[in-house]
């Protein structure tokens, strides 16, 4: 079995993918982490992160599916990853609740945080992600809509 987890950041996702990977007993694959870890080595090598390779998209691919199948939380999962994956979710909330959660979570974490910033990096980043050439951020065919602004964690999780 594949599940496919897309939304924009901060919208819950992580959080969702992990739950579903205990519950179902899947490994889960936090691929934005994957993209992070591998864009600070390059540049950390002196070379370009924003360089593309083909190499990711397939390690992502291998990943899904491996026997006994996984679950991906993502921006591209469903559209470009696994788009014959079993289950597409799209995971979302309002920009101001990602901000509120980031906030929260910066707070908890010694942080300082303006919530003015938070809102236009989070809408900077949504109007990025949807807008760039290779693998745009989109609900995918076939996926399931998670609105979890006005829900708790485990509401959210019992959704999904």
């Known amino acids: 079995m594949i599940i496919a987890v897309d939304g924009p950041a901060a919208s819950g996702k992580g959080t969702i993918a992990k739950a579903l990977g205990r519950h179902y007993r899947l490994p889960v694959l936090d691929t934005g982490l994957l993209y992070r870890a591998v864009g600070l080595s390059v540049l950390k090598a002196g070379g370009d992160p924003d360089r ?50 980031r906030y929260k979570d910066a707070l908890a974490h010694g942080g300082h945080p303006d919530m003015d910033s938070l809102v236009a990096d989070i809408q900077a980043r949504d109007t990025r992600d949807m807008s760039r050439d290779h693998a745009p951020l989109r609900v995918a065919d076939g996926a399931d809509l998670l609105d979890t602004s006005d829900l708790t964690i485990e509401s959210a999780v019992q959704r999904a």
Do not use: C
Request: hydrophobic share 40%.
């Open 52 to 101: 593309e390779e083909d190499a990711l998209v397939q390690r992502q691919r291998d990943f899904a599916t491996q026997p006994g199948g996984a679950i991906l939380d993502g921006r591209d999962i469903g559209t470009v990853i696994a788009p014959d994956a079993d289950a597409k979710i799209f995971v979302t909330a309002s920009v101001h609740v990602r901000a509120e959660r």
